[in-house]
């Protein structure tokens, strides 16, 4: 099945600085990846939605400053939070999915984001 | 946008099948219905979906009723591991950006 891999899984960093998530597609080319963010015992709440080589597309109240989106080729996506805060603390996840519009999203195993 | 309706939390005997209910009464014609699990702290895992047929795979079955409001996930033999959120998604098309949004899902525990 479709493999999406994102690194790191779990990062630890102090506040004010910025962190790097990537999120990429190891067996399929992902023409669209999404980014979500879940907070503890809550559902996943889509953050942005990137089709390669275009800008990305944030959900409302998603500030996209704060959560700069890359999707420069079809098989990687990266995330960088910046000038992290303790209320960035959250598990972000990845998702890609390819060309045709009925085909499933396939989920990275996320990445556990703490600030201090 | 269609929403989904799941019931909170549900149990069922290791061995048994579990069937997971969901209600989907505003479902358009063209949108299909996904069902994705996440255990604990891992990403969503795809399972299965639909549009009208029923459908079946190696890891469960769905059967969408004929109106299609309504449909269950079928995991014919529960493990342990099936331990998990499953997620009834009626996939959205805004401005051509497809997007899935979770709801909160149904908490099924396998019971040894």
């Known amino acids: 099945g479709a493999v999406v891999s994102q690194h790191p899984s779990w990062v630890i960093c102090k506040s004010g600085t910025s962190v790097k998530i990537e999120c990429r597609s190891l067996?399929?080319?992902?023409?669209?990846m999404f980014w979500y963010r879940q907070f503890p015992k809550q559902s996943l709440m889509l953050m942005a939605t990137s089709n390669e080589g275009s800008k990305a597309t944030y959900e409302q109240g998603v500030e996209k400053d704060k959560f700069l989106i890359n999707h420069a080729s079809l098989t990687l996506s990266t995330l960088t939070v910046t000038s992290a805060h303790p209320e960035d603390s959250s598990f972000y996840i990845c998702?890609?999915?390819?060309?045709?519009?009925?085909?499933?999203?396939?989920f990275g195993d996320g990445t556990r984001l703490s600030i201090l | 946008d269609a929403k989904t309706t799941q019931p909170p939390s549900m149990d069922c005997a290791e061995g048994r099948a579990a069937n997971l209910p969901c209600n989907h009464s505003t479902i358009s014609g063209n949108e299909y219905v996904y069902w994705y699990r996440q255990i604990h702290s891992q990403g969503p895992q795809y399972i299965i979906h639909g549009l009208k047929n029923n459908e079946t795979n190696e890891m469960a079955s769905l059967i969408i009723t004929e109106d299609r409001k309504s449909s269950t996930l079928i995991l014919p033999h529960a493990t342990l591991r099936d331990t998990a959120v499953y997620y009834c998604i009626v996939r959205v098309s805004n401005f051509g950006n497809e997007k899935l949004t979770f709801g909160t899902g149904t908490r099924l525990t396998i019971i040894p």
């Open positions: 067996d399929f080319q992902a023409t669209t």
């Open positions: 998702s890609g999915r390819g060309l045709r519009s009925n085909q499933p999203q396939h």
